[in-house]
């Protein structure tokens, strides 16, 4: 099993950026895909990036493509989201998620097997 463990969420005004940070420890870091979630209030849990193992492949929603940026450090055993022209609307929290198929996680979403962190609020002001 792996743990996860995000930083770097906080407040921005719209337009702005910010750049999240999910460290994990355990089991061999580069052995998974990663993937970011979000889920915000009154709303169901939405995928927003993944990356494959090798950091070769990405993928995106929709709603984000364009403006964010998910790459990973396998040497530093650490996933990264980039975000930048922030709007309302991309007001969540933030979830790291560590599972066997990036392309998976696009297409079908979170399974029983991955491994979840804690959590990090983003809030953008208009």
């Known amino acids: 099993q792996v743990q996860l463990v995000e930083s770097g969420g906080g407040l921005v005004q719209a337009g702005g950026s910010l750049r999240l940070s999910c460290a994990a420890s355990g089991r061999t870091f580069s052995s998974y895909a990663m993937g970011w979630f979000r889920q915000a209030p009154g709303k169901e849990r939405e995928f927003v990036a993944a990356i494959n193992r090798s950091g070769a492949s990405t993928y995106y929603s929709d709603s984000v493509k364009g403006r964010f940026t998910i790459s990973r450090d396998n040497a530093k055993n650490t996933v990264y989201l980039q975000m930048n022209s922030l709007k309302p609307e991309d007001t969540a929290v933030y979830y790291c998620?560590?599972?066997?198929?990036?392309?998976?996680?696009?297409?079908?979403?979170?399974?029983?097997?991955?491994?979840w962190g804690q959590g990090t609020q983003v809030t953008v002001s208009s």
């Open positions: 998620v560590a599972g066997s198929s990036a392309s998976r996680m696009l297409l079908q979403g979170s399974d029983q097997h991955d491994s």
